[in-house]
């Protein structure tokens, strides 16, 4: 069975006739009909029921017509997407995104990737991780990153773990009194002011840990849209926020923001990238670039918590 046979037995398929069937195909009817011979033979039974009146698909050929068209797209794909890798055709990738890795972690793997395929077009839309199953079922993203949850799997997504424990902490300016680095409580926090995500989830968590506290849920001072306003916003006041410990790792380093000592408001969660396989070949080599520009950062907040430890024993 070859692909060539398949493309010619789904012109057949679609004009019921061998005549038109050639035509379209610009070959010679005796020429089509041998390759569907030959097609048939090598899957071991008639595909058509031949009469005066044309050629229609009998049983066994109805049950190939799904695969052929199937295997005949998926061929298409890998055609389209070697152009696309060799520079002959331009390609675009759609990334859904949390302000996680919109903040950091994709700005690197996008100009890592953009410097050995230029010709490529990358869409970034930031949205909330609840929203990213349906947008990639129904195509709008090639993947997307942020947290993973059950509801993905639940769908039959694939997804890809590339921090099993970050942590996710309270931040604030340097100048805040709670950054002075004495343990600070849950109810001292509680009054805030707080920024808030828009995602439903790290609200939710937020809201949980209070309550467990026989506190209500802090109130928002700002609802921000993007991880890089709302740290403008911690340089101007002295504002609460949660952040992602690789979102927050490069600002801590530089000093212009400062982990709040409080054990009881941390919690950790597993991040990642949330996809439909198969990948097409260039979406691959973006996920493959994310995946290493990830892994640097993760090492080194691993190696600043190692150093960080060693200090306090000693």
Not at 131 to 157: K, Q, V, Y
Request: with cysteine; aromatic share 8%.
């Amino acid at each position: 069975m070859e692909l060539r046979q398949l493309r010619h037995f789904l012109a057949v398929v679609d004009g019921e006739s061998l005549g038109d069937a050639a035509r379209k195909l610009d070959m010679s009817q005796p020429a089509l009909s041998k390759s569907i011979q030959a097609l048939e033979q090598s899957v071991g039974v008639p595909l058509f029921t031949r009469s005066r009146r044309g050629m229609r698909l009998n049983q066994s050929g109805r049950a190939l017509m799904t695969r052929a068209r199937s295997m005949t797209l998926e061929a298409e794909r890998a055609a389209a997407e070697i152009r696309e890798i060799e520079g002959t055709q331009r390609g675009r990738i759609v990334v859904g995104t949390s302000s996680s890795f919109a903040s950091v972690v994709l700005p690197a793997a996008i100009e890592r990737f953009r410097a050995k395929y230029p010709q490529f077009e990358i869409v970034v839309v930031e949205d909330s991780p609840v929203r990213f199953g349906p947008r990639i079922e129904t195509g709008d993203f090639d993947f997307a990153f942020g947290s993973l949850t059950p509801s993905f799997a639940a769908r039959g997504l694939e997804q890809e773990v590339m921090a099993e424990r970050e942590r996710v902490l309270v931040v604030t300016s340097p100048q805040n009194p709670l950054a002075a680095g004495g343990r600070v409580s849950v109810k001292e926090l509680w009054a805030g002011p707080w920024l808030m995500s828009p995602d439903p989830y790290i609200r939710s968590r937020l809201n949980e840990i209070f309550l467990r506290y026989n506190l209500p849920p802090p109130e928002a001072a700002v609802v921000y849209s993007t991880v890089i306003l709302a740290k403008q916003l911690l340089q101007r006041g002295n504002y609460l926020l949660m952040l992602g410990e690789c979102q927050v790792y490069d600002d801590v380093g530089r000093g212009t923001l400062s982990i709040v000592n409080t054990q009881d408001l941390v919690w950790e969660r597993s991040i990642g990238a949330i996809f439909r396989a198969p990948l097409t070949a260039a979406a691959q080599i973006l996920l493959a670039e994310t995946r290493e520009v990830f892994a640097t950062y993760h090492r080194a907040i691993r190696d600043g918590r190692k150093r960080n430890a060693g200090r306090a024993a000693s």
